[in-house]
């Protein structure tokens, strides 16, 4: 018999049959898989959005300072001859020098207004100190806090001097004059930008950082002594926001060419394309191009700006280029203050990179600060060369024979770039560089659809690629482009949006203010949406799903996008689409309109004029557990609105509570989650209302005793009116906490389980509610400080069985059954959810309540009666002992832990696990609570020290339920749009690991189906080799084979061991979470072929799906809902009435029972209840109750799904069989009442024409076809029967009883083994069978006994 280890080295089989099994695997649905089930429902973590430009700036005045004084040569430069003499493009010599003068610095202002022609432009020509400083100045004074340019020629004065000065002249040009960077500075102020077209420039920026520093320093030391001169002047502003541009290092002169122009430096940043192309043409590679002359460069048709001819075609490809370039090799907050802050700085640094590129040609390297890293031999550039060259190729035939401009395939061919990007890419990798290129296609109309469309894949890569993109600067172009009447462009738009907004919601002010928000309700509201390029899927309704999406973010928490879109009738919108067939678009319309009316009461009123709130209830009976879920958000801010209450309005929100009410069972956590929520803001609206009821209910609670399980003698005459009472549980068992060390930390020994707990001494981790355990060992989650619950849960519990028999109608003001008394009630219950999340959320309304009821209404008497003050009791689970109810006088501190120990202790388990130490009382030594406060703690005392006047002011409380309470789903909901939707889901990628996985799994399945198959069908003639012992923690009570590996799963009351039955090992043991006198009685896995749940049924009616058990990670709770509400408390002790064999005295009735379809996904339960209620567990959903028509309770269900058969067997001895395609009053289509006693077990054969079996505890088992009125065969077996089971495959049956053997028998009734003794360990007797089952497939059988040993049998060696 080979497993798991061996089946990953074996090769596969031969195929036919087992490819059909594989088949058949893969078919199979998956149970609890959904994203809402394997994530946290939380928000994606917000990432720093850093694309953002929080000072946005303008250079708003420029000073040209040229010190040229044409015709003289400053003395420390030899000029070569000829030299490069163009300032400005024009010769200084071909005219007076005064007049050259004046023209070139007209041309220079000339050629920078291109780049920013608001600017406010003043010369100061051949200029002295006096001169520069008043220009500065006032320039400065204009600009307030903006930007100033300083532009300094210096070719017509010596060089920066190291001391940090640079040179004007004096009033009769006799003289140099020294001007200090330092008073520059002064004069200029910050922000501001310095360009030095001068030689050995690279000096000036060297000085002016060592001034800069110079200052702070004087500063610092101005800033300790107060007498110093600075301290008294006003600060002068810091230069850290200067930026600085230099021709050349420190010891470089300015190259000569007589081909180039003198300032080839400012050439280059204000003449960009013109300087480039000279350049292009001055390189060997130009001879190339044929034709192209210096002179013919100057007659390029076109302007710069115009995009469509020669010259601005060019000029967009350089501005593409440059932005490019620096894009991927600046870091990205030093490309953002450069690139993006200011329209006239990203231009200049865009030329400086040409700069740098020309002036590295010829020696000489440009300087700039903040410094950049060398760009110069960019691949980009190559690009650039390129698309000079087809341009220039073009030229004379333009010229000359007035041949049309073909564009440049420049941009088609950096899409194509991205593209293959795109489509070549591994998760992994460097942003692709055509990023901003991407950006400027927007700009042109004839490729802007395919831009949009691969920016949509690129956004759709993930949050990461959304943020790349706005610190590209995306955000401006596609902002613009909703103006845009294009309807080809919407479904791109729309998806581009929806990205944007789930990574970035503040961009709802934008979009509000620039009437964004009319254009995605153009699209919600028109029908029309053309096919998008790539998508064909549900297109209509998906990029409609898109746009509420965009809306829902609009309205969230945003006044004024809340009232832009109610007058843009998004309502009636929404309400429209209510129905749609499209599930995600369902449940966003709803989010949207919880959102729209969300705190703004004219939505709410105009969804009242429209019913929205009665169009909405058809979303909470929805298939899909998240549109139910926003059904139920949407209908909770409904009524949690602030605004003050007519009796209209009143009367919607006890309409719109009471069909909430409704989902108090529904199947899904979330939802309960989202119920809780709702409530609680119908709670916080009607504050003094529930004030009052909550006030009864613990006053009715405090006079009324009802009799607990834990100390009634009898089972069998209790009666709560509720199902499910809540004792205290573990709070540690959340669904995503870590439970072997949750457990650990609250002591949560086994033994601890069945401890005598006498109100003393009670470890605190069973009660967090408790008021009297300590501050360190409560819940986190109290009253508005954090302080201690107010309820416990037996309080609360105690609550939900009083309110029946309750007077609570005598309480004036509110009747008995009024909306406030069945809403707590509601509350209640919710408190007790067996899933800890919802249970939370609800113990925090109620105590909330709790704590404002009786903090205002009666704070006087509360505090005089010692009822309440005192601590509600854990409950004894031993049956003697009394508890102390409310108002009775404490008992005697304990004195000893020996009156912790239960009177019938538990053996301990012979390898009891390191992780749980033995319980020893938390607080040094003392048990936990009662010496650290005394008895008569106020109820909102904070500790030992605090009196009750630190309690909390009232007015504040009412935000701190609201402001508690959140669920995070629409949070969540939205990641749906950060995340990839385009990509392939990782398990239908057929390489990817998951598949790998799974593919091994169903492989492992086949095999086991087949070497079983091959065993059962030579027959089992025996099966007694025992092949596996040990010791369980707790007394079996349910045990379950997993159907391919080697573990199962050993239920005890209320905690489930893993062992490996193949290597004797224990996997794992923890807590179901159930409370405590609540038994497991039944257990399944779901989705057994691939990756296994269990769930757990208990006999309170709960379900519990717990994930990654008996691996090495922590179980975690998947799912937990009431699958029977209601169970009966009459037939909990019945089963003593039913039959003599029946040790079931102390475990009560037959609790629940299940069966599990995982071909249809759907969940049989039934149990102490009159019905069979179905589950489906896809939905999350009850889909059908079949009524039993019986007056006892179910003990057996077994379902057949190729006949829609089920078939119960009841306590009564009947067995009936059900067709669940049929209504509820004829689906019964056969009763059998052969036996005379309590059905042990019925099964249903799975193959067409299977039999029905079923036994009794007289031990007389009857075979039935489900088409004949009477039985068709009876075999008699052992009496005393206590449990059975039947092997599905290999004709077997195997009976356990009481008086401590178990037979095997085969379909003949002939006994193939009766097992009596363990092997080993001298022959010990077997204890009390208290529960069997068989391996689904290998002939095994696992027997657990009431003296906690489990136990495996399989048929002889030589079979196997």
Not at 168 to 183: A, E, R
Not at 611 to 624: F, G, M, N, Q, R
Not at 923 to 943: C, E, I, N, V, Y
Not at 1318 to 1342: K, N, T, V
Request: aromatic residues 8%; glycine residues 6%.
């Amino acid at each position: 018999m080979k497993m798991d280890s061996d089946l990953l080295l074996s090769p596969a089989v031969g195929l036919g049959e087992e490819e059909e099994a594989d088949m058949n695997d893969w078919k199979l649905p998956l149970a609890f898989m959904k994203k809402r089930h394997s994530e946290k429902i939380e928000g994606s973590k917000a990432l720093a959005q850093s694309w953002r430009m929080k000072d946005r700036m303008k250079t708003v005045s420029v000073a040209l300072v040229l010190c040229l004084n044409v015709g003289v040569d400053p003395p420390d430069v030899v000029k070569t001859s000829p030299c490069a003499r163009l300032e400005c493009w024009i010769d200084p010599l071909s005219m007076s020098p005064q007049k050259a003068l004046e023209t070139i610095g007209a041309n220079l202002q000339k050629q920078y207004e291109n780049w920013q022609p608001r600017a406010r432009y003043k010369q100061s020509l051949d200029p002295t100190v006096d001169e520069v400083k008043k220009l500065c100045t006032s320039l400065r004074r204009n600009a307030k806090e903006e930007r100033v340019l300083f532009h300094y020629n210096g070719h017509g004065v010596p060089r920066p001097t190291v001391n940090g000065e640079i040179w004007v002249f004096n009033k009769n040009y006799t003289q140099y004059i020294p001007l200090s960077i330092y008073d520059l500075q002064t004069w200029m102020g910050s922000p501001s930008i310095f360009v030095y077209d001068c030689s050995n420039a690279g000096i000036i920026v060297k000085s002016f950082k060592q001034f800069a520093l110079q200052r702070e320093q004087e500063l610092e030391v101005a800033a300790i002594n107060s007498s110093h001169p600075l301290a008294q002047m006003p600060l002068p502003p810091s230069m850290k926001n200067c930026i600085q541009l230099a021709a050349c290092e420190a010891s470089e002169l300015l190259p000569m060419n007589p081909d180039l122009p003198a300032d080839l430096f400012t050439s280059c940043l204000t003449t960009p394309i013109k300087i480039a192309l000279r350049w292009f043409c001055m390189q060997k590679s130009a001879k190339l191009v044929p034709g192209v002359t210096l002179d013919l460069i100057e007659k390029i048709p076109g302007r710069l700006n115009d995009r469509r001819t020669p010259l601005g075609e060019l000029n967009w490809i350089f501005t593409a280029i440059t932005d490019t370039i620096a894009w991927n090799v600046l870091p990205r907050d030093l490309f953002q203050k450069l690139f993006r802050q200011d329209l006239l700085v990203a231009s200049l640094f865009r030329n400086f990179l040409l700069a740098e590129r020309i002036m590295r040609s010829y020696n000489c390297t440009p300087v700039s600060s903040p410094r950049l890293p060398p760009t110069y031999m960019h691949a980009m550039w190559q690009a650039w060369d390129l698309a000079v060259d087809i341009c220039l190729s073009q030229l004379p035939t333009i010229i000359e024979e007035g041949t049309a401009f073909r564009p440049s395939p420049f941009f088609a061919e950096q899409l194509t770039a991205f593209e293959v990007w795109l489509t070549m890419g591994v998760e992994n990798r460097n942003p692709p560089e055509q990023l901003p290129i991407v950006l400027q296609v927007l700009l042109s109309q004839v490729h802007r659809l395919r831009a949009l469309d691969l920016l949509g894949q690129f956004l759709d890569l993930g949050p990461w690629a959304v943020s790349l993109a706005l610190s590209v600067g995306i955000f401006p172009y596609v902002l613009k482009l909703l103006q845009s009447s294009a309807r080809e462009l919407r479904p791109l738009l729309v998806f581009i949006w929806a990205k944007i907004l789930a990574v970035d919601s503040s961009c709802q002010a934008d979009l509000v203010k620039d009437n964004g928000h009319k254009y995605f309700l153009s699209v919600l509201a028109d029908s029309y949406m053309p096919m998008s390029v790539r998508h064909e899927y549900n297109i209509k309704a998906e990029h409609r799903t898109m746009a509420v999406f965009i809306l829902a973010v609009i309205v969230n928490s945003y006044n004024t996008g809340q009232e832009a879109c109610l007058q843009g009738n998004l309502i009636a919108n929404c309400l429209e689409q209510l129905s749609d067939p499209h599930p995600l678009l369902r449940q966003w319309v709803a989010i949207c309109l919880g959102r729209i009316w969300q705190n703004f009461d004219p939505a709410r009123w105009c969804g009242v004029r429209d019913s929205a709130h009665e169009k909405l209830y058809t979303l909470l009976s929805d298939p899909i557990p998240e549109v139910r879920c926003a059904a139920v958000f949407a209908l909770g801010t409904f009524v949690g609105n602030s605004a003050e209450r007519t009796d209209h309005s009143t009367t919607i929100d006890h309409n719109v509570a009471m069909m909430l009410a409704q989902l108090i069972n529904d199947g899904s956590p979330v939802v309960r989650k989202e119920l809780v929520v709702a409530l609680s803001h119908l709670v916080v609206q009607y504050e003094s209302n529930f004030c009052t009821v909550a006030l009864q209910f613990i006053e009715e609670e405090k006079n009324y005793t009802v009799s607990s399980p834990a100390n009634s003698a009898e089972p069998g005459n209790l009666t709560p009116v509720r199902d499910s009472p809540a004792i205290p549980r573990l709070r540690s068992v959340n669904s995503y906490t870590n439970i072997r060390a949750a457990t650990t930390a609250r002591n949560l020994n086994k033994s601890l389980q069945n401890l005598n707990l006498n109100e003393e001494g009670g470890p605190a981790a069973f009660s967090p509610g408790n008021l009297s355990t300590s501050s360190s060992a409560s819940s986190t989650l109290g009253s508005p400080d954090n302080d201690e619950y107010i309820l416990s849960f037996e309080t609360i519990d105690k609550m939900r069985r009083v309110s029946s028999y309750s007077s609570l109608n005598s309480l004036i003001g509110v009747s008995f059954n009024s909306v406030y008394t069945q809403i707590w009630r509601v509350l209640l219950h919710l408190a007790a959810d067996p899933f800890p999340e919802v249970s939370d959320l609800a113990m925090k309304v109620l105590n909330s309540i709790a704590y404002k009821a009786t903090m205002n209404a009666r704070p006087q008497r509360i505090l005089d009666s010692g009822s309440l003050t005192q601590s509600a009791p854990a409950s004894p689970t031993s049956k003697g002992t009394h508890i102390h109810q409310a108002g009775g006088s404490p008992p005697m501190p304990s004195t000893s832990s020996s009156s912790l120990t239960n009177e019938v202790p538990k053996p301990p388990a012979r390898d009891q696990p390191a992780s749980r130490p033995p319980y020893t009382p938390t607080l040094g030594g003392q048990a936990p609570h009662s010496h650290q406060f005394p008895r008569t703690r106020k109820m909102f005392d904070k500790g030992p020290e605090q009196g009750a006047e630190d309690g909390d002011e009232p007015g504040g409380h009412r935000n701190y339920i609201s402001a508690a309470l959140q669920t995070g789903l629409c949070d969540w909901s939205a990641k749906y749009f950060a995340q990839p939707v385009m990509k392939i889901p990782e398990e239908h990628d057929v390489e990817s690991q998951v598949r790998m996985e799974r593919q091994w799994r169903f492989l492992r399945n086949t095999r086991v189906r087949k070497q079983s198959r091959s065993i059962t069908q030579k027959g089992v003639s025996r099966l007694d080799d025992q092949i596996f012992i040990n010791r369980n923690p707790g007394v079996p009570s349910v045990v379950k084979f997993h159907p391919f590996n080697t573990c199962i799963a050993v239920a005890d009351k209320d905690s489930i061991c893993f062992w490996d039955w193949e290597k004797g090992e224990r996997l794992d043991y923890f807590y179901n979470g159930n409370p405590r006198y609540t038994r497991i009685t039944s257990m399944d896995y779901l989705n057994g072929h691939d990756c296994s749940l269990l769930l757990t049924a208990t006999d309170d009616g709960a379900l519990r799906i717990w994930k990654n058990f008996a691996d090495q990670k922590n179980p975690e709770m998947v799912s937990a809902w009431q699958g029977l509400s209601d169970m009966l408390p009459t037939t909990r002790g019945l089963a003593r009435r039913v039959s003599i064999y029946l040790d079931r005295s102390k475990q009560g009735g037959a609790g629940m029972v299940v069966d599990w379809e995982q071909e249809t996904g759907l969940l049989m339960t039934s149990g102490d209840v009159r019905v069979v209620r179905i589950w489906d567990i896809d939905r999350e959903m009850k889909v059908q109750d079949i009524p039993t028509g019986a007056d006892s309770c179910v003990t057996s269900l077994s379902c057949d799904s190729q006949r829609s058969l089920i078939v119960a067997g009841l306590g009564d001895g009947s067995v009936r069989v059900f067709d669940r395609r049929m209504g509820p009053n004829e689906c019964r289509v056969m009763t059998y009442r052969e036996h005379g006693a309590w059905v042990v077990k019925a099964h249903i054969q799975k193959e067409t024409d299977g039999h029905i079996i079923s036994v009794s505890v007289n031990g007389d088992v009857r075979f039935f076809e489900p088409r004949t009125p009477d039985s068709i065969n009876v075999l008699q077996t052992v009496k005393g029967l206590t449990a059975l089971d039947i092997h599905p495959q290999a004709n077997l049956f195997a009976c356990g009883s009481m008086n401590q053997f178990i037979a095997v028998y085969n379909s003949n009734g002939d006994v193939i083994s009766n097992i009596k003794y363990y092997d080993g360990f001298m022959g010990q007797r077997i204890g009390a069978i208290s529960c069997l089952a068989f391996h689904p497939h290998w002939p095994h059988l696992a027997v657990g006994s009431n003296d906690y040993y489990m136990s495996i049998y399989s048929a002889e060696k030589r079979l196997r």
